[in-house]
T-cell receptor, first 119, second 112 residues
Framework: GAVVSQHPSWVICKSGTSVKIECRSL??????MFWYRQFPKQSLMLMAT?????????EQGVEKDKFLINHASLTLSTLTVTSAHPEDSSFYIC???????????????FGPGTRLTVL | GESVGLHLPTLSVQEGDNSIINCAYS??????FIWYKQESGKGPQFIID?????DKRQGQRVTVLLNKTVKHLSLQIAATQPGDSAVYFC???????????FGKGTHLIIQP
C-alpha cells in the first residue's frame, strides 16, 4: 500500500514551452501533497505544499507564477513548469501524506520522480 | 572512512561491517525525523522514523538515534550489504501539514 506515482518519468522540452507533471496517490487519499526539486548530487528542496481544494503554499524563493500547482482531487496534484528554461532542468519529486480523518499524518510517501531536461 | 566531497559526503564501508551515518538538523522545533534511502534516479524510500519524545528506535537491521541536546541524528545499519549502497538523507519536520527539510545526504559505498 501507500504508492505514489508520477507521470511522466522523464521529459525533454524546448526552452519557452510549458511542462505538466502529475502526482497521484494510488491507494490512499492525500489531503496534502508536496513538491520537491533535486539538482544533481544535491539534497531535496521543498518547493511548495499542495492542498486539495485550495491554493498551494510556496517556499521562499519559488516563483508561484512559474511553478503552477493544482490539487483538484484527493489523489491528484499537478505541477506545471511554465516557460521552461535550461536552469529549470532538474529532478522533480512529489510526496503525499495520507489523510487520517480530519488530521494530516506525518508520514510522507514519495513518488519515483520526474527528470526534466530543458534544451 | 568518511570524507566530504564537493557535494555529498561519502562513507565507504566493508560488506558485513556496521555503518553509521550522521546528520545535524537545524530546527529545534522539529518533532519528527525520518531517514530516507535514495538510489540513483529514483525517489526517496522510507527507512525509519523517530519522534522527538524518543531517543532511540530500532527496525530491521537499522537503528536511529536522536540527540535533541545537540540536534544530532544518526542511522546505524547492521551487517551492511551491497544493496545498501545508496544516498541516505535525514529529514525533519514540525507537526501538522509541513513539508520536510532534508539534510545534505551521505553517499554510502559498500566495498566487497
Amino acid at each position: 500500500g501507500a504508492v505514489v506515482s508520477q507521470h511522466p518519468s522523464w521529459v525533454i522540452c524546448k526552452s519557452g514551452t510549458s511542462v505538466k507533471i502529475e502526482c497521484r496517490s494510488l491507494d490512499f487519499q492525500a489531503t496534502t501533497m508536496f513538491w520537491y526539486r533535486q539538482f544533481p548530487k544535491q539534497s531535496l528542496m521543498l518547493m511548495a505544499t499542495s492542498n486539495e481544494g485550495s491554493k498551494a503554499t510556496y517556499e521562499q524563493g519559488v516563483e508561484k507564477d512559474k511553478f503552477l500547482i493544482n490539487h483538484a482531487s484527493l489523489t491528484l496534484s499537478t505541477l506545471t513548469v511554465t516557460s521552461a528554461h535550461p536552469e529549470d532542468s532538474s529532478f522533480y519529486i512529489c510526496s503525499a501524506s495520507p489523510a487520517a480523518g480530519l488530521a494530516v499524518t506525518d508520514t510522507q510517501y514519495f513518488g519515483p520522480g520526474t527528470r526534466l531536461t530543458v534544451l | 572512512g568518511e570524507s566530504v566531497g564537493l557535494h555529498l559526503p561519502t562513507l565507504s564501508v566493508q560488506e558485513g561491517d556496521n555503518s553509521i551515518i550522521n546528520c545535524a538538523y537545524s530546527n529545534s522545533a522539529s518533532d519528527y525525523f525520518i531517514w530516507y534511502k535514495q538510489e540513483s534516479g529514483k525517489g526517496p524510500q522510507f527507512i525509519i522514523d523517530i519522534r522527538s519524545n524518543m531517543d532511540k528506535r530500532q527496525g530491521q537491521r537499522v537503528t536511529v538515534l536522536l540527540n535533541k541536546t545537540v540536534k544530532h541524528l544518526s542511522l546505524q545499519i547492521a551487517a551492511t550489504q551491497p544493496g545498501d549502497s545508496a544516498v541516505y538523507f535525514c529529514a525533519e519536520k514540525r507537526g501538522g501539514a509541513d513539508g520536510l527539510t532534508f539534510g545534505k545526504g551521505t553517499h554510502l559505498i559498500i566495498q566487497p
